[in-house]
């Protein structure tokens, strides 16, 4: 794998079946990670990013198809930086959309101007099924790092999308984990996961659904995607220290 070329960031890219990233490489230790399911002739839009970020992802997104193909946008919790331009989204496709939220953060939606009543999911295992019969399911994730905060997993790839957990602050980003490092991605994964989780309760809770699951691919809004011995990264969470904001004394972003 560490020999593989690098593929172009300006480009959307293909890591599962039917799956694409299309975010963006802005070389800040800080960005996020849209993805876009393709499947017949609908699509679903995760996360799509934030207000600012609109242009480049939906240049991204057009690569791979007509916007007005996207059928469906999941929002895994209420930030901006992964909100902020769904109403952005919601006009350029021109028309009736479905959007996916937490129940506990759908009440934010409102606040981006998301005109589309939003689907509130506050159970495991709610299901957006395609037309080819593909099937997505949502779980929640409880204070990870919000109260309204869930997952999304893909039957057919065995894909977790996965938000903020998983995350990562990259001085150098890559595209898959393997590419930064094994020992460098968990180094990056504690400096994201450990302030920003404020819980080990919650954490363990969401290591057990996810331990549940056949999962081949972890694909976070932040940081890279991860792609082997996934249940080792899986027992990693466990053994993070969670709430470390309370104690900082010093600016974490030096």
Known sequence: MINEVRPNYDMAIETGEGIYWVG??????FHTNPYLIVDGDEAVLIDPGSSIDFFAVRAKV????????????VLHHQDPDLCGSTRQFEIAIGHDIAVYNPERSSFFAHFYGIKTPVTKISEDGHKLKFG??????????PYCHAPGAMITYDEKTKTVFTSDIFGAFNQKWELYHDWVGEEKHLETMKMFMEPY???KEAILSVADKLAALQIKTICPQHGS???SNIPEWIGALKKMEYGKALGEQVKWWR
């Open 132 to 141: 080819n019969g593909r099937i997505l399911r949502f779980y929640m994730t």
């Open 24 to 29: 963006y490489n802005y070389r800040t230790i």
């Open 197 to 199: 989780m404020g819980s």
């Open 62 to 73: 057009a690569q791979i198809i007509p916007i007005s193909k996207i059928r469906h946008i």
């Open 225 to 227: 995607i991860i792609r």
